[in-house]
């Protein structure tokens, strides 16, 4: 089946690439479609980070979209074909699969699924222009930029993530609001009473986010009780959200299993979909750990699961 791809790799942040570099590398010549849409460009959540300071071997840092300009290069320099195209629809039903863009139809004998999640925002009115300026959906990549250091910074959530990136935060500013609209935390017991017992962090229960205040950078948050409708304005430099994150799997609904949450579900250690030939990799499959080198790395081993599955079906 001359016209059949080995592989092709739905997705350009850190796991589609790096799958696309252990692919390549392993003369399966893949064909990546980069996408752009889910992250608002292609090469996923890191072309919205500014400074990345925990990817190894960085001591510097570096920043998000350099550094995936990096990864792309590589990808590029072993061979991997990229169209910057998001992917409108997949046909798992029979082999080879079908993958459509709105420009093309290709055909492959595997699949690596590597569309990562789209943090949750809220969309309050001033975040068009301060997100990125103090507002930020990822404590972990942005709170220990310079501009955040003892100052009071706002986290908006009330799950494992918020009382998380609460805590994290802790280390850098002066004092952590975390605002949740309920009267009670869905995180788990345990991080709970560490966020409880952390005297750096103030717990606003019943307050939502009303919007964000400041010109060029946050200089503040504006907040609504829900309770008594009182509206009360903060000065602060950071407002993180971790509000969740929606994983980019709507073309594979109802072809590959999904958890309830959506997320994909792998085969432990295999990377393997419920669909045989069909891998995921990063953040659309693990809705834990969510970091650039724990996609990279899922990715790797996607790229090598899919290279034993296809010389296993005699397909290379
Ligand atoms: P969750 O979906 O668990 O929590 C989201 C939180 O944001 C909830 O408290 C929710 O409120 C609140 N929220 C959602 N939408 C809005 C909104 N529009 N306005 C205000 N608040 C909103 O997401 P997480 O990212 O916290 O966690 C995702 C998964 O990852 C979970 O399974 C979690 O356990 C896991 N995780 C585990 C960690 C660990 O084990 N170390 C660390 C981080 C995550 P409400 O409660 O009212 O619904």
């Known amino acids: 089946m001359a ?29 990546m479609f980069e996408g752009y849409q889910a992250g608002g460009s292609a090469g996923g959540q890191l072309m919205t980070t500014t400074d990345v300071e925990n990817y190894p071997g960085f001591p510097e840092g570096i920043q998000g979209p350099e550094l995936m300009q990096l990864f792309r290069k590589q ?7 990229m169209v910057m195209e998001d992917v409108v629809s997949v046909d798992l039903k029979q082999r080879p699969f079908t993958i459509k863009s709105d420009e093309r139809e290709v055909r492959a004998h595997s ?15 001033s975040e068009s222009r301060l997100f990125n300026n103090g507002m930020s959906a ?24 918020a009382v998380e990136e609460a805590t994290y935060l802790t280390k850098f500013g002066s004092v952590v609001h975390l605002v949740h609209r309920r009267d009670q935390l869905r995180a ?19 307050t939502v986010l009303e919007d964000a205040l400041g010109e060029q950078f946050v200089t503040g948050a504006r907040v609504r009780n ?34 309830e949450n959506g997320y994909i579900k792998v085969k432990h250690e295999s990377q ?19 970091q ?9 081993a996607a790229a090598l699961e899919c290279e034993r599955w296809l010389g296993a079906e005699g397909i290379i």
């Open 292 to 300: 650039a080198v724990t996609a990279a790395g899922s990715g790797c």
């Open 75 to 81: 990808a590029e320099r072993f061979g991997t074909r």
């Open 188 to 206: 788990s017991k345990i991080m709970q009473e560490r966020a409880l017992k952390n005297s750096k962090i103030n717990i606003m229960w019943n």
């Open 226 to 259: 829900v309770k008594t409708g009182e509206l009360k304005d903060v000065e602060l430099a950071g407002i993180f959200y971790a509000i969740g994150h929606t994983p980019n799997t709507v073309v594979f609904q109802g072809q590959i299993d999904l958890h």
């Open 111 to 125: 699949i690596i699924v590597a569309t990562g999640a789209t943090a949750k925002r809220m969309g309050v009115p």
């Open 3 to 31: 016209d059949v791809e080995n592989v092709v790799i739905i997705g350009s942040g850190p796991a589609g690439h790096t799958a696309a570099i252990y692919a390549a590398r392993a003369n399966l010549s893949p064909f």
């Open 138 to 161: 990822c404590a972990v990549c942005d709170g220990a930029l310079p501009f955040f250091r003892n100052q009071p910074l706002m986290v908006i959530g009330g799950g494992d993530t």
């Open 272 to 290: 393997e979909t419920s669909i045989p030939g069909v891998f995921a990799a990063g953040d659309v499959h693990d809705h834990k750990y969510r």
